[in-house]
């Protein structure tokens, strides 16, 4: 079936350092991305939804300078968070959706810390 | 507005005892999905149903049932002789056809004992 990848699945890295999350559809167009970050114990947050060649549409309170996504072709998007601080250790998931109900899945999500 | 509300923050049972979970959502769209997503401690979603607004009919797979009513606004879930494998937290969750956008509830974290 229809698999949504994200690489790495572990990250960490220095304060004031940037990463980049990517996020792969393996065999669906994923014509929107979703983000979400997901805090210990917390339920998933919608950080910002992207469409395949235009800008992402951030959240209220999501800062788009600091997370910046990217989605460039129709089976990669990219989630940069620039400058990362130790509040911005979370769990960053992806979810494709190709169009439909049906075809949308979630990626297996990177696990941020930043020291 | 949309929202989904899952009051059992978490819910301990012993082992081959059956157990539900609630979910009552909130929404004026006519055409929408519900949702049903288990995590475990790695962190990978994983689906588990998706029903539209248009289809209440109850489902049953294995162990797992739904039971979805449009009258109290609710789509609960029932997993029947629990196992140990069954401990996760597990979200409902909220879709309009329209944007794909997904309003999760705050997720009942399920402890099975052995």
């Known amino acids: 079936g229809a698999v949504v990848s994200q690489h790495p699945s572990w990250v960490i890295c220095k304060s004031g350092t940037s990463v980049k999350i990517e996020c792969r559809s393996l065999?669906?167009?994923?014509?929107?991305m979703f983000w979400y970050r997901q805090f210990p114990k917390q339920s998933l947050m919608l950080m910002a939804t992207?469409?395949?060649?235009?800008?992402?549409?951030?959240e209220q309170g999501v800062e788009k300078d600091k997370f910046l996504i990217n989605h460039a072709s129709l089976t990669l998007s990219t989630l940069t968070v620039t400058s990362a601080h130790p509040e911005d250790s979370s769990f960053y998931i992806c979810?494709?959706?190709?169009?439909?109900?049906?075809?949308?899945?979630f990626g297996p999500g990177t696990r941020l810390l930043v020291l | 507005a949309q929202k989904v509300t899952q009051a059992q923050t978490e819910i301990s049972v012993v082992e081959k005892e059956d157990v539900t979970l609630d979910c009552v959502y909130e929404t004026r769209d006519t055409t929408y999905y519900l949702f049903w997503y288990k995590q475990p401690p790695s962190g990978e979603l994983v689906f588990l149903i998706r029903r539209n607004s248009f289809d209440e009919q109850n489902e049953i797979s294995g162990r797992y049932s739904w039971n979805f009513q449009k009258s109290t606004s609710s789509f609960n879930f029932t997993i029947t002789a629990s196992q140990v494998v069954d401990s996760a937290v597990y979200f409902c969750a909220l879709s309009n056809s329209g944007t794909y956008k997904y309003i999760f509830g705050t997720g009942t974290r399920l402890k099975v004992l052995a």
């Open positions: 065999d669906f167009q994923a014509t929107t």
């Open positions: 979810r494709g959706q190709g169009g439909s109900q049906e075809t949308q899945y």
């Open positions: 992207s469409n395949e060649g235009s800008k992402a549409t951030y």
